[in-house]
């Protein structure tokens, strides 16, 4: 039976699984060719992808870098049909053109940018602004770093407001630049355009100024790029500069933030890598605006709360003038601002105003010195008390030795109130005043001496 058993298998042997198979063994080899060949054909639709297989021409680097797909420029047709894929019903499709896309360099960005904008589908449109917002925020980061760290700016770097920029600050350091970039963001043309006339500047300054007064009457705020592209813009326009547009200037430096960030002390806008404020850089842009304002009474105010020195050559003018004392309260600023910023040279401006009798204001004191007088006092405030006490201050001298009711304020040095005199006091006592004074600068004469003798 083993014999008729072994007998029996002998003609029944089988030939190979290979011979058997051969079909379904060519069918899988085929398949895996194909996948080694083309790992993102799973799925497509019929001619997909001879699509996706655009011809790609190798050449030389493009002028954007080293392009990630191996140092090859992308002809347009083959951009075009890889923009076309982004809309493909097929997800693999969609996605092996997203990646194709996003691997250009910047070179490209212009006709992405073009085709997103030509687009009406709205995956394609949000695939190409995502393509399109990493490439400029590439650019923008290394130009920003080129910028800053850059010795000298070229006159090719594409931030060209630059030029006009530095003109108005007065400056080219790090400061300056950090404040340009403050606005890069909510006024990219003040960036990346040159301002060349004056016209041109006030032009622009108007649109500037009409923005801002939108933004306060809507939400009644303004932002830190408001007041330094508007300082910047009324700063180029000189004697171009209207009332109305210096009436809105006003409004806005007198405003938080900008009275905050114009003060190189207090400034809490960007700061460059050793600390620096930029406060400087608009207080600078800030003195040559006030060359050209005429509310001088505005700009003391604004100088004297952001602590500017610009004040100093307002204050200046106006106490030289001889009808000074026909606007009381300009002439107390300007006193103020004198005594808080003035130098000793400037000590003839106002001692000039030590003996004038003009009274400038009355006050009534608030509240009786003790609980059984019933009367209210009435102080006098002359311009020879404002003078006095500037003086001294000038002098580096405490106005409380002379000067009646004197108490330090923190944001001008002193106020009108703490001057005055009662109405009903002598004139000899201000006589007296004024010859004690002098005879202090005697026995300790600044340097120079700047003080006429008493007669």
């Known amino acids: 039976m083993i014999l008729m058993f072994d007998q029996g298998r002998q003609p029944s042997s089988r030939k190979p699984w290979t011979s058997v198979h051969c079909p379904l063994f060519q069918l899988l080899t085929t398949l895996g060719l194909l996948l080694a060949f083309e790992p993102f054909g799973i799925g497509q639709q019929p001619g997909e992808v001879a699509e996706s297989s655009s011809s790609i021409t190798p050449t030389k680097p493009t002028p954007g870098g080293e392009n990630p797909l191996g140092g090859v420029t992308v002809d347009r047709e083959t951009i075009e049909r890889l923009v076309d894929e982004l809309g493909s019903n097929r997800f693999l499709v969609r996605e092996n053109a997203h990646e194709r896309l996003d691997a250009l360099d910047e070179a490209y960005l212009p006709i ?7 687009s009406t589908d709205p995956e394609v449109q949000a695939r190409l602004w995502s393509v399109v917002a990493r490439r400029k925020s590439e650019i923008l980061q290394r130009n920003n770093k080129e910028f800053i760290r850059a010795t000298e700016v070229d006159e090719n770097h594409p931030y060209r407001g630059w030029k006009s920029f530095s003109k108005a600050a007065g400056s080219q350091d790090r400061k300056a630049r950090f404040t340009l970039l403050a606005i890069l963001e909510e006024y990219p043309e003040l960036v990346n355009d040159e301002i060349v006339t004056k016209q041109d500047a006030f032009r622009i300054a108007t649109l500037v100024a009409s923005r801002i007064t939108e933004r306060l009457d809507v939400r009644g705020e303004v932002t830190d790029a408001d007041g330094i592209a508007l300082v910047y813009t009324a700063c180029l326009c000189e004697d171009a500069l209207d009332p109305q547009l210096e009436r809105t200037c006003h409004r806005v430096f007198m405003r938080f933030p900008f009275s905050r960030n114009i003060n190189p002390e207090f400034s809490i806008l960007d700061q ?22 005429k509310d001088d009474q505005r700009v003391l105010l604004t100088c004297l709360n952001a602590a500017i020195p610009a004040s100093r050559k307002v204050a200046k003018r106006i106490l030289e003038s001889k009808d000074a004392t026909n606007d009381p309260l300009t002439f107390e600023l300007a006193m103020q601002a004198m005594a808080r910023f003035g130098k000793i040279e400037d000590a003839e401006s106002v001692d000039r105003w030590l ?33 006095l006490a500037s003086s001294m201050l000038l002098h580096g001298y405490s106005p409380a030795q002379l000067v009646p009711m004197f108490r330090s304020h923190p944001l001008r040095g002193y106020s009108t109130e703490s001057l005055g005199l009662p109405a009903k006091i002598q004139e000899a006592y201000r006589i007296d005043r004024l010859k004690q004074w002098r005879e202090i600068l005697r026995q300790q004469p600044p340097a120079p001496q700047t003080l006429k003798p008493s007669p």
Not at 282 to 293: I, T
């Open 112 to 118: 992405l940018t073009e085709l997103q904008y030509k």
């Open 355 to 387: 003996e004038d009798q003009t009274t400038i204001r009355d006050v009534q004191r608030i509240a009786p010195p003790n609980a059984f007088e019933t009367s209210f006092e009435i102080y006098e405030i002359r311009a020879c008390d404002l003078a």
């Open 272 to 293: 460059d890598s050793q600390g620096g404020k930029i406060g400087s850089t608009l207080a600078s842009m800030y003195s040559k605006w006030v060359d050209f304002a």
